[in-house]
């Protein structure tokens, strides 16, 4: 390999990771969110952004709206589907009280839920794809080459990543969400209501899985077992930090380039384990992740 052919791997490695580790990055938010109100990691992830993209297809084609009918459709059933899981189903857990392990599990329930809903209405039967509402001409930047495509997920991703830190930092909700996930206990002393915060950070989640399928949905096809790119977000988070919303960001755009790399400089068929040798290393050198500070033990 001449040195002009590795500059150009170089490049191209970096920019087409940073655009998939953004998409990553959206997803490990989510995950980190629900992790730090409720304790409890969310396994349906994917599944609630496979059921964002298979929602966006059947407003599309079934419903035959107009895609600008269909985006914003799309965010709001499956922000209040996260709401409403919330609401019937953890909220009556925790009220019962059930552990952790039985929070866990209804999550995998509701993973396994989505799942099958889709493949019982026949409509995961054939993988689709969105359309694009950018299109796919090539860009030059430096020697790599992106897609006008994969530039308006960047943007988007960055601008939703963004709006997200604004909100956790400077409005009373976010206010409000930091300090459950801080000490539940004392959100609630001051009368923070735990419930609807909770509520509302289920319906992050599933805004942030819907705008995750809109974004990704034009370049790979739909099919129930989408779901799986959760798994890079899981990566994304441990890597950067379980704990830390900067870090579920960095891990998500680490995860993206490592796997570009690999699949340029290694192996295509290495990709799929760039992700967790990432993890080994990290949970090796800083088990807490990147940037996800010192362990601390809650006090209740």
Known sequence: MTFSDFWLFLQQGLLSGLVTGSVYALLALAVVAVFKTTDVPNFAQGEMMMIGGYVALSLLLLAKLPYAAVIPL???????????????????????????????????GLAYLLKGLVRQTGLGDTPRSLPALVSSDAVLIGDAALTRLDIAIFVVAVVVMVLIYLMFTYTRIGKAMRAVGMNPRAAQIVGIRLSRIRMLVWAMSGLISAIAALLITPKVLVTPDIAHIAILAYAA?????????????????????????????????????????AILVTLIVRPQGLLGGKVQVKKV
């Open 74 to 108: 799309t965010l709001v059933i499956v922000a209040l589907g996260g709401a409403l899981f919330q609401r019937v189903v953890m909220e009556r857990v925790t009220g019962s009280r059930g552990v952790g392990v039985q929070l866990v599990i209804a999550t995998l």
């Open 237 to 277: 988070a441990i890597v950067g930090g379980f704990t830390s919303l900067p870090g579920a960001v960095l891990g998500g755009l680490i995860i993206g380039v490592v796997e570009n790399l690999v699949g340029l400089f290694v192996s295509t068929n290495a990709i799929v384990v760039a992700p967790f040798l």
